[in-house]
């Protein structure tokens, strides 16, 4: 909700290897969730970083409901 009130376009998909690259495109931030991980391609950060403008991508990790980014 933050993102979205100081003007920021927020796009909210399940992300299946299906619709990852065209979610993505065109994004700064990609975040997902961690319970997620498991239903995405093995190479899904590639896919996302290949659509994204400015690729930072970051896991919201359930258990310690910290917010990490990748590398």
């Known amino acids: 909700m933050g993102f979205n009130c100081i003007g920021h376009s927020i ?3 399940n992300a299946t290897p299906d619709v990852l690259t065209a979610g ?6 990609l975040i997902t969730d961690s ?17 994204m403008q ?7 990790d359930r258990d310690s409901y910290k917010l990490n980014r990748l590398e």
Request: hydrophobic share 50%.
């Open 11 to 13: 796009w909210i998909f």
């Open 24 to 29: 993505c495109r065109g994004a700064d931030v």
């Open 35 to 51: 319970a997620c991980l498991a239903s995405l391609p093995s190479d899904w950060t590639a896919q996302a970083r290949g659509a």
């Open 54 to 60: 400015n690729a930072q991508i970051y896991v919201h």
